[in-house]
């Protein structure tokens, strides 16, 4: 054979094998273990979330062991950790009680107790168990079920509830039944909310039933609401998962989007039962996606809470007088953007009260007068974010609260827990190691259980003594021996410059088992840039639960970003996305081009990108913008034009009112950008983010001659593609193996999970 005839052999040869699949069915096996599903029973004290009891002498948590779940007692006492119970022979001995075989690897019990030292507790089957361990008796009785639609009196003396739409009242010395509201009917309707979801069938249907009240300390007064549906819009979904029919149902709910007048609203109003009174406060009517939270004063004279107009310009603390119902404002906040409605608030006994604000630029606690509403102080001060307060000890007049950003050299995400006297004086951090600490205290204040570790450093979990954060007993630390036998490299911080030339952004990236630095790897997005949240892990736990991993075993490098316009920094970090949500995968692609500046073997030619809802907009507004660095895309339950949204969300973090960037930043309107493989994907009956929007997506998509992939799960809400694995998992899987890879996927091949 000539020469040149070897070559057009080998060449043949070789192009014959890489059309084959290099896919195999231990491809998917690899990726399979790191579902969430498969993965959690695999990792051993991975944390500790306590259930205290006593106060806080003693707490319960559980935890996957090699043994299986297992329920462990910590003594605050003696410091000491022990299993809770003999599992296997509860095991049995349920068993023998019910006929019912029970895995004592898995325990399906939620454990209570234990009393005397030798009377385990715990509800199963609806039932409140109790184990003797002494004479191994076991006995149970009916779990008491609280009625969800209706409502005791402080005193014990009247029940409340509704009917034909109305608020009742019942004396339960008496039995006498009062009607208090009147005007109450279908569409305006007392005593109730609007539900996340509250699917009806049909165009008329009946919504699922609600009830809330609010009883005054002294049982005279209830505070509720008018939901108030009568010129609400509804969204509507064709429901085809029903075996049995041959024609879909129907499915309505009232869904108010951006800007719409046309929203279900709540009215406010109070009830004197001794006047038999009712009285409506109109001026503090809100849309139902914002709501009012007012709590009675100790007295029963008032009510307070915060009231936020529509818009999340502006709050006001008010107070509301239960007799008059007038209405004074105590302290009011706003800002051209929007104002942060996570508030840390506290009223204390002496007339003042603690509340957060982002005035400075950074999210910090004052010091106000409840009389005049006027600051006496801050209590924190700073460039750093505090996220929550978590214990006061309103006696000694110390503050226990949780803050990120505050030390130096460190991720600015990591949360730490600080004390601090009130009048702003002796700050201490009471969790000084570099990593993420989330806190769990004791009811009594005594101890705190602190779960701190990082995306590459596993979980310790320390009871501390929460007056001087000294570490008392080291409960667990997590144990990933089982992954580390498979090859596990755990994922690797790094951080970037921002677009705007001069922040710190910060992102994780995930490497395969398989992982070898002489080879090239494509790069594949994770995407959710909210702006309420931050997505890349911080935890132990959320490097190792989640999408990424998985995806990684594929062959691929897997990265995360938190960038410019997110959740958990300064004031002016955050609104960079005010009005221009669009624009956030724009430091993924600056900090995916940085990080394979320094890591040779990223292939920055083989760039992917991949999210679910906010995230499934992300994905597609990114291959959209970026055409050319976002070569494929797989879109999952995106809201892919805000003005399609449910109003809240994108009223408060993109803009209110509406303007031309809602068009300008719609993917819809930008289909024609389209470049590389996109794949489009919905639930059909997704209530949450509502599949026209897609449908709208893909019509335009066709309109500009492009091509793409589009698959609806018909008998799915929003609720596909999670972590925990399913078949759109493999979908997505499939997608990139073929468009960013190159190779060729099992067809028909089904994921294990759960097992």
Known sequence: MKPIQKILVLTFFLLSFHAKSQVTEETYHRAEYFLTSNLEKEVYHLEVIPNWFEGGKTFSHSAFTAEGKRFFITNTETFQTQEAFDHPKLAAL????????????????QFTGVRNSHIITFRWRGKDWTWNTQDNSLNSIPSSSRNEFESFSPDRKWKAYIKNYNLYVQNLETNEEIQLSKLGKKEFEYASYYGWSDLMEGENGERPDRFTVTWSPDS??????IV?????????????????????????????????????KYIPVIFDLE??????????????????NLRWAPDSKSLSGFFIPRGFKEYHLIELDAENTSIRKVYSESSPTHVNRDFQFRRLANGQFILNSEKSGWNQLYLFDWKTGKEIQPITQGEYVVNEISFLDEEKGILYFEASGKEPGRNPYFNHLYKVNLDGSGLQLLTPENAYHEIYISPDGKFAVDNYSTVNQATQSILI??????????ISEADISNLKKRGYKSPVPFSALAKDGKTEIFGVYFLPTTFNSKKKYPIIDYTYTGPHTSTAPKTFKAGLFGHQQPMAELGFVVATVDGLGGFGRSKSFADVSYTNLGDGTTDHVLAITQLA??????????????????????AGRAILLHPDFYKVGVSSAGDHDFRMEKAWWPEMYMGYPVGDFYHKQSNITNAKNLKGHLL?????????????????LAEELIKAGKDFDLFIWPSRNHSFGRPPGDYFTKKRWDYFLEHLLGEKPIRHYQIQVGN
């Open 94 to 109: 349920l068993s023998e009680k019910t006929g019912e075989k029970l895995d004592e690897k898995n325990l399906p019990i």
């Open 220 to 225: 005279k007064k209830i505070f509720t609401q």
């Open 228 to 264: 108030d549906l009568r010129i609400a819009e509804k969204m509507y979904l064709l429901d085809w998962s029903k075996e049995e029919k041959f024609r879909p149902d129907l499915l309505s709910y009232y869904r108010g989007s951006p800007g719409d007048s046309t929203v279900v």
């Open 275 to 292: 006047k038999r009174s009712e009285k409506t406060i109109p001026e503090l009517t809100s849309p139902h996606f914002i709501g009012l």
């Open 465 to 474: 003594d929460l007056a001087t954060g000294k570490n008392l007993h080291k």
């Open 597 to 618: 500046e320094k890591e040779k073997f990223l292939d920055i030619t083989r760039v992917g990108i991949f999210g679910h809802s906010a995230g499934g907009y992300d």
């Open 680 to 696: 489009l994907a919905h639930g059909g009956i997704d209530e949450n983010v509502n599949p026209s929007a897609t449908f709208k």
